[in-house]
């Protein structure tokens, strides 16, 4: 199927979907982290990918049970999960993936990039990515950092893509399985290089995907129109 949606900043009427695609990407941690109080942090910026699916077909949330987790702790994610984010908002658009990052100073710290698994390897978290770039470079950032597991080579690849190296290690960093985190950092994101390598890839990513320009700029949310009674 293909997918109409666009890059803006988050806004409070996604917390729910948001919430959803957290529980889904990250199911070993726990708790989700507050959305509602980082969008009120000054620190803290999120994006979504934003738009529309056909009636009826809205993926469905599945979480597997974790080893070392307990029967009643499983039960009581899923109901969790039963209990946010599975109804859409009353602009009725519909979140594919969300990314975020706290910024301090001149660096941007990537907390979390997540796309719905159903709609995953179709670009999305590539496009989420060279967004955030792009706002913590609009925001006076100087360089990008994140973690990555070591384990997980595909996003590594896509991180060294967009020209971040490694510059460290963090030891037993995944409280899950205690596994490793590598330290991997882009700088001079405001420099001509970094911008111009930027732009290629955007380029070559709206040519495999089909996307249109305007697609790559972060718009802000529309706002949720109240409804007559609620005033």
Known sequence: MDLT??????????????????????????????????????LAHYIVA?????????????????????????????????????????????????????????????????????YRRRGIGELLLGSLIDLAAELKASMVTLEVRVSNYGAQQLYSKYGFVQVGIRRGYYTDNGEDALLMTLEGITSPSVRANLKQLKQMHAQKWGLEPAVYQIQKPSPVQPRADSF
Do not use: C
């Open 50 to 118: 934003s738009g529309e699916v056909e009636k009826g077909d809205e993926p469905q949330t599945k979480v597997e049970p974790q080893d070392g987790l307990s029967a009643f702790a499983f039960r009581l994610k899923q109901a969790f999960n039963r209990n946010h984010g599975k109804e859409l908002p009353a602009n009725g658009t519909y979140i594919f993936g969300f990314a975020g990052f706290w910024i301090m100073a001149d660096e941007a710290h990537i907390t979390s990039i997540a796309v719905r698994e159903k």
């Open 5 to 42: 949606y666009h890059i803006r900043l988050m806004a409070k009427e996604d917390v729910r979907q948001v919430i959803d695609i957290d529980r889904e990407a990250f199911p070993s941690q726990w708790p989700v982290p507050d959305y509602k109080h980082e969008l009120e942090n000054r």
